[in-house]
């Protein structure tokens, strides 16, 4: 697949809003049919006696000569300003500008534009000056950070048409103080048509997959005298989290306007997230063969509690930013102090706790080798086929438990890649290529990962009575070889249960 993302730059034209003598359209298109009037720079206006609240910067989506596409799936845009030093105009100390900006579309070259969104919209510059501020350094240009500006969750019109104002007031301070503003630039990041396009066909053939072994499953497990154990229950939960991920709900966002895609998808990640965190621990915990009180849920409320926690902090976070994105697209959390604090020591300590998780699931992990290894010594003194059989239980066990670390360890780098992704255009410095590969193998790990475990964890129906104890490698004694037999057992609980018990002796 090609990269997931494409960043396309943008440089804002300066045109003259002259409806004030003229009843023109509202908009001010930089190009095309019915463009605006120009300025080529500041002086001009000067000049001509053209005050700062008759220029608008108008930036239309796409360049010409091409097309937007629903298969682009989320607009987001970053402005940067190109401000230059005057000692009679110079940058305050945390000066903020304040933005007049209006979003309009159409599907037509020769259409009306259609207003999406109005907002006045303040944010706060953050600019350094590498040279001293004499008159020999006038005209040289101020670094500024990036600022974020707008975000859109679907992409359902071929054009956008983005006309930013910076209105003036000097009576109430409105943008007084914020230098010469040159230029403004916007870098307008969209999803690849073609990494959509794999990603949507992934996710089509992924759901009838899991579907269909979830049901396997659960008639396996209603098959059965007992009742489920509190493991086959979460697999079976964690079965319907992958298949609410799965569904390719996004082949809709072609044919409609879905601006919440966006908040759903993480709404759906959030979930898969919980439900898999939560899953390693019961996982983990229902095999420590210790003397605890196990399958129950409450038995694990200490581990699984910080994670619902967790979850509802990430969810309270994404309705903060993607939530109010929704009414408008200009808003964002990173604009004020408080909320990129806010933002910051939320991503870090996401990242701390995922990092203490992950350790923490080591620990229970060697703790279920440890006691594993222990009770292997038991395995001489049964008879040869019933010996074979648990010795494969706990190869397999064995090799399922390192695949979950692996598994665990690959999420971890996935969170945390994928929210400094996200974050790095609003930070700055920091740039993290993520290619497509990444992205779909992890998907498709996770889909293999929950497919292997309802396949082992299925009750067998196969019985391994006193009958076989004796037996030689005959064909029973092969059935009873073959990786491939499932883990638990039809009569009661797993094997390794019974193994950990000492219930399993000849």
């Known amino acids: 697949a090609p990269s997931p993302t494409t960043a396309v730059p943008y440089t804002s034209v300066k045109c003259i809003d002259v409806r004030k003598n003229h009843h023109k359209t509202k908009w001010l298109v930089p190009w095309g049919l019915n463009h605006c009037e120009k300025l080529k720079d500041f002086d001009e206006a000067v000049s001509r006696q053209i005050e700062a609240n008759d220029i608008v910067f108008a930036v239309h989506v796409p360049l010409p000569g091409k097309e937007m596409s629903p298969w682009f799936q989320f607009m987001l845009f970053i402005m940067q300003l190109d401000i230059a030093f005057k000692m009679d105009n110079d940058l305050k100390e945390n000066a903020e500008i304040t933005l007049d900006v209006s979003?309009?579309?159409?599907?037509?070259?020769?259409?009306?534009?259609?207003?999406?969104?109005?907002?006045?919209?303040?944010?706060?510059?953050?600019?350094?000056?590498?040279?001293?501020?004499?008159?020999?350094?006038?005209?040289?240009?101020?670094?500024?950070?990036?600022?974020?500006?707008?975000?859109?969750?679907?992409?359902?019109?071929?054009?956008?048409?983005?006309?930013?104002?910076?209105?003036?007031?000097?009576?109430?301070?409105?943008?007084?103080?914020?230098?010469?503003?040159?230029?403004?630039?916007?870098?307008?990041?969209?999803?690849?048509?073609?990494?959509?396009?794999?990603?949507?066909?992934?996710?089509?053939?992924?759901?009838?997959?899991?579907?269909?072994?979830?049901?396997?499953?659960?008639?396996?497990?209603?098959?059965?005298?007992?009742?489920?154990?509190?493991?086959?229950?979460?697999?079976?939960?964690?079965?319907?989290?992958?298949?609410?991920?799965?569904?390719?709900?996004?082949?809709?966002?072609?044919?409609?306007?879905?601006?919440?895609?966006?908040?759903?998808?993480?709404?759906?990640?959030?979930?898969?997230?919980?439900?898999?965190?939560?899953?390693?621990?019961?996982?983990?915990g229902e095999h420590m063969m210790d003397q605890n009180e196990?399958?129950?849920?409450?038995?694990?409320?200490?581990?699984?509690?910080?994670?619902?926690?967790?979850?509802?902090?990430?969810?309270?976070?994404?309705?903060?930013?993607?939530?109010?994105?929704?009414?408008?697209?200009?808003?964002?959390?990173?604009?004020?102090?408080?909320?990129?604090?806010?933002?910051?020591?939320?991503?870090?300590?996401?990242g701390i706790c995922l990092c203490l998780y992950f350790l923490f699931l080591c620990f229970m992990v060697f703790q279920v080798f440890r006691n594993i290894s222990g009770k292997q010594s038991s395995l001489p003194a049964m008879s040869k086929a019933r010996r074979l059989h648990y010795e494969g239980l706990i190869f397999r066990f064995k090799f399922l438990m390192l695949i979950t670390l692996a598994c665990a360890a690959m999420t971890v780098i996935f969170f945390i890649v994928s929210q400094v992704t996200e974050g790095h255009w609003k930070w700055g410095d920091i740039t993290i290529q993520v290619n497509s590969a990444f992205f779909t193998g992890i998907y498709g790990m996770w889909n293999l990962y929950v497919f292997a475990l309802m396949f082992l964890y299925a009750p067998s129906h196969k019985n391994y009575g006193e009958d076989q104890s004796n037996g030689d490698l005959g064909v029973n004694s092969g059935e009873e070889l073959q990786l491939t037999t499932t883990i638990t057992h039809v009569d009661g609980p797993t094997e390794v249960y019974k193994l950990s018990r000492k219930e399993a002796q000849e």
């Open 103 to 284: 979003l309009a579309y159409r599907d037509d070259v020769f259409g009306d534009w259609e207003e999406i969104a109005h907002a006045i919209e303040i944010r706060k510059l953050k600019c350094t000056f590498g040279s001293p501020k004499t008159p020999d350094s006038e005209g040289r240009h101020y670094d500024c950070d990036f600022l974020p500006f707008m975000e859109i969750g679907s992409v359902a019109h071929k054009y956008y048409l983005i006309n930013i104002r910076l209105p003036v007031n000097e009576r109430k301070g409105i943008n007084v103080g914020i230098g010469e503003i040159k230029d403004i630039r916007l870098v307008g990041i969209h999803q690849n048509g073609g990494f959509t396009k794999v990603w949507f066909a992934m996710k089509t053939f992924l759901t009838p997959s899991i579907l269909i072994i979830m049901v396997w499953y659960w008639r396996r497990i209603t098959l059965m005298t007992r009742a489920p154990v509190l493991l086959e229950k979460v697999i079976f939960v964690l079965g319907i989290s992958m298949t609410f991920i799965n569904i390719p709900v996004e082949w809709f966002s072609i044919g409609f306007d879905w601006t919440w895609m966006l908040l759903f998808g993480d709404i759906r990640q959030g979930i898969f997230y919980a439900m898999l965190l939560s899953f390693w621990i019961i996982f983990c």
């Open 294 to 350: 196990r399958n129950r849920l409450s038995g694990y409320w200490k581990q699984v509690g910080p994670i619902a926690v967790g979850s509802f902090c990430l969810f309270v976070f994404d309705m903060c930013e993607r939530g109010v994105q929704l009414k408008n697209p200009f808003y964002s959390i990173w604009t004020t102090e408080v909320g990129t604090e806010l933002a910051m020591a939320f991503i870090i300590v996401a």
